[in-house]
């Protein structure tokens, strides 16, 4: 079974910071692409960053210098490290294997004083 299950949300305080993380099945390879998504109740999902087998990265404008994106091969897991988060940020987080067109269950992230 191919499977993507994310983890690592909840309440934090403006300011605060959170660390997603996404765990594959095996059957999902380690080394692909992985991306995490992000969408606010009203919202249209969106991009919020991507990182390739080489391990280059890409950024959304919003995510830029607050938020990493990281893998552990071995663990067949990759992460999302926020920073300095603001109500903007509050959404339900997504991690996505783009070329299987595979969704995980998303986790909330709530931001609020």
């Known amino acids: 079974q191919m499977q993507l299950v994310e983890s690592g949300g909840g309440l934090v305080e403006p300011g605060g910071s959170l660390r997603l993380s996404c765990t594959a099945s095996s059957r999902i390879a380690s080394s692909d692409y992985r991306a995490w998504y992000r969408q606010a109740p009203g919202k249209e999902r969106e991009l919020v960053a991507t990182?390739?087998?080489?391990?280059?990265?890409t950024y959304a404008d919003f995510a830029k210098g607050r938020f990493h994106i990281s893998r552990d091969f071995r663990k067949n897991a990759v992460y999302l490290q926020m920073n300095n988060l603001t109500a903007d940020d509050a959404a339900v987080y997504y991690c996505k294997a783009p070329r299987l067109g595979i969704w995980g269950q998303g986790t909330q992230v709530t931001v609020s004083s």
């Open positions: 990182i390739a087998p080489s391990g280059d990265t």
